[in-house]
């Protein structure tokens, strides 16, 4: 076995192509991929501030990285941004810290405990009927946006992968929530609505084991481990089910995004009508009368 380009030692296989590639063929294949997908999708122009959402974890490292390396030699600006949910002995952010430091990366980093006054250690000793991460995940999307118009970035950068975003195409299919889909894609958020930072998501082509292979390649100080609260069970259900097929069916991932990008623009007309509404309590953009994260704190309150 040897590497598609150059007979070298291969350290992967890429499971859509089944190509074996090199140390340095791919590094090269990885960031490659990264930059098309920002140019054919538009994901960073000139003069942006892009807000990199960090978890001190692989992912998130190596988008960091990445998008440091481009406003080098690009008119672009980045900065890092860490939400810190309040998950004992899990969440770690040193590591993160000393990196931006090193590398003079801005870094700004929001707590549960600040800005909604408890964690979410504090949330899954009070609720137990709410599944902690749709709690989290609710919560943190909600911070980040607020980082990104406080801090004035124009784009929200995530490190959400392949993947995963086939996985939240699979789940919203099979639970009968399509318009949850139309928030979905390569770029999201480009509502004309100031409250809203525009996310963007350079890995949307790259799959799981390619960000961590980059990472661990890279050798970033990150932490590996799961988060103790990681039973969101039907994502699991899903995850292992395409992973299942794609092994038996090399490029079922992106069969599964390139149809879902194809419909994209037909759902977005079909849920246009749908407007953005202004939350009661908080006055925050929500879908419904109250937003989701005020019925997480009066659920809370309530307990
Ligand atoms: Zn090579
Ligand atoms: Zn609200």
């Known amino acids: 076995m040897s590497c598609k380009e150059c007979k070298e030692k291969p350290v992967i296989r890429l499971t859509n ?7 340095s063929h791919f ?3 990885f960031e490659k991929k990264a930059l098309k997908t920002i140019a054919k999708h538009h994901l960073i122009s000139k003069k942006d501030l892009v807000a990199v959402a960090c978890s001190g974890g692989k992912d998130s490292m190596s988008l960091l990285y990445l ?20 998950i004992k002995d899990y969440r770690e952010l040193k590591n993160l810290k000393k990196y931006c430091k090193e590398n003079k990366i801005n870094l ?3 707590s549960f405990k600040k800005e909604f006054g408890f964690t979410l250690d504090n949330v899954v000793k009070k609720i137990k009927d709410l599944n902690p991460c749709s709690v989290c995940g609710v919560l943190r999307r909600r911070l980040l946006n607020k980082a990104a118009v406080e801090l004035k970035a124009n784009k929200l950068a995530t490190a959400h992968n392949l993947d995963d975003e086939s996985q939240s195409v699979m789940m919203n299919y099979m639970r009968g929530n399509l318009e949850r889909s139309t928030r979905l894609g390569p770029i999201t958020g480009l509502v004309k609505d100031k409250r809203f930072v525009p996310r963007i998501k350079p890995f949307y082509f790259l799959t799981e084991k390619e960000t961590a292979t980059y990472a661990y390649l890279k050798q970033f100080p990150v932490k590996f481990g799961e988060c103790p609260y990681s039973v969101d069970s039907f994502r699991g259900e899903i995850r292992d089910l ?20 194809g419909l994209l623009p037909c759902l977005k007309e079909s849920y246009k009508g749908s407007k ?28």
């Open 27 to 29: 590094l090269r294949y």
């Open 108 to 110: 700004k980093i929001y």
């Open 17 to 23: 192509n089944k190509i074996d590639l090199c140390r």
């Open 67 to 86: 998008l440091n390396k481009i406003a080098r030699k690009r008119d672009i600006k980045i900065m890092a941004v860490a939400i810190d949910e309040g």
């Open 242 to 261: 395409i992973n299942e097929i794609e092994k038996r069916h090399s490029g079922t991932k992106n069969a599964i995004i390139n149809s879902f990008l």
């Open 276 to 303: 953005v509404k202004t939350c009661r309590h908080c006055s925050e953009p929500s879908s419904g009368e109250i937003c989701n994260t005020c019925l997480i704190i009066n659920k809370l309150k309530k307990n």
